[in-house]
């Protein structure tokens, strides 16, 4: 079942997830329908809080791009991330590391709108499984930067809040803008 997307200014967007205390059958529908619901709007990543349940879970679908390419390493082996998605990530631990870069972003709460952010260009992670293991990895590029994006929305943080006050005044109507928050540091 393809579920609502939340949009703009609704509370969930700005509730920090509740951890998942155990992976049952609730939570193995809703990534499902989560899933469902990304591949349907096109997008490459979903939060809980975006169909309205503030939960500590996400899920992914990132390709492998040429003009913005990711990698991942497990146990630091390369590995292909493309064959491990969509992805249901749980509970997650992240550590963004490296350079600072500021890439174009979207969201699926945010239809037609894009802004400059600023992430780190690496993270680690930790997370759960659906079948409730422990998975870690390290990613870089745009794997990096989705994982980044939807971590934030997983603490009521949203893109628009890592955007410059210039690059909002540009690219943001202003009932969006005035949704947004102090501009945050990159990484934190
Ligand atoms: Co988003």
Redo the contacts with the bound molecule.
């Keep these: 079942m393809i579920l609502e997307i939340t949009m703009h200014d609704h509370p969930a967007l700005r509730t920090r997830g509740r951890a998942v205390e155990k992976t049952d059958a609730k939570i193995h529908r809703l990534a499902e329908e989560m899933i469902e619901t990304m591949l349907d709007a096109e997008g490459i ?3 809980a809080q ?1 169909v309205g349940l503030p939960l500590q879970m996400f899920v992914l679908d990132v390709p492998q791009m040429k003009d913005r390419p990711s990698a991942m390493r497990v146990d630091g082996k390369q590995a292909d991330f493309e064959a491990l998605m969509p992805m249901v990530l749980i509970n997650p631990v992240i550590e963004p590391f490296g350079r600072t870069r500021i890439e174009s972003e979207g ?4 239809p037609g709108l894009r802004g400059d952010v600023p992430r780190p260009l690496s993270i680690r992670i930790k997370a759960q499984t659906l079948s409730g293991d422990e998975i870690s990895f390290e990613a870089d590029g745009l794997l990096a930067r989705a994982v980044q ?2 971590f934030d ?1 997983l603490q009521g943080i ?2 628009i809040d890592r955007m410059s006050e210039e690059d909002r005044l540009q690219e943001l109507p202003e009932d969006v803008r005035q949704l947004a928050r102090p501009a945050l540091v990159a990484g934190r």
């Design positions: 990543g979903l939060a975006q969201c699926l709460s945010f994006h939807e929305h949203l893109f």
